[in-house]
């Protein structure tokens, strides 16, 4: 199973961007799939995640400018971001729970993509 993640880039403050992350490979489903970020110096924190049951949390520091969704058809996950602000300047990682064909559930990461917010 491998996370792929895309949609990175330079944005300028006040700009949007959305992030990409699709999980492929053999799997049974998927439980969970989140967007964590490491900003330079910082810790990794969390996002967004979003479960198979539909809810979501937001970090306070994004809500109301983030929105993370689902298609669950192709096996993808989305950050829509918006008022992006300087501080949001980090890379960026997806997350996945996904059950395999044993009913064993694994954590999964994707490679990180990096945004860039200039002010």
């Known amino acids: 199973v491998q996370l792929q993640a895309s949609g990175g880039g330079l944005v300028q403050a006040g700009g949007p961007l959305r992030l990409s992350c699709v999980a492929s490979?053999?799997?049974?489903?998927?439980?969970?799939m989140g967007w964590y970020r490491q900003a330079p110096g910082k810790q990794r924190e969390l996002v967004a995640e979003?479960?198979?049951?539909?809810?979501?949390s937001y970090a306070d520091s994004v809500k109301g400018r983030f929105t993370i969704s689902r298609d669950n058809a192709k096996n993808t996950v989305y950050l829509q971001m918006s008022s992006l602000k300087p501080e949001d300047t980090a890379v960026y990682y997806c997350?996945?729970?996904?059950?395999?064909?044993?009913?064993?559930?694994?954590?999964?990461w994707g490679q990180g993509t990096l945004v860039t917010v200039s002010s």
């Open positions: 997350n996945a729970n996904i059950r395999d064909y044993g009913l064993v559930y694994h954590d999964y």
């Open positions: 490979g053999r799997f049974d489903s998927i439980n969970y």
């Open positions: 979003k479960i198979s049951g539909g809810s979501t």
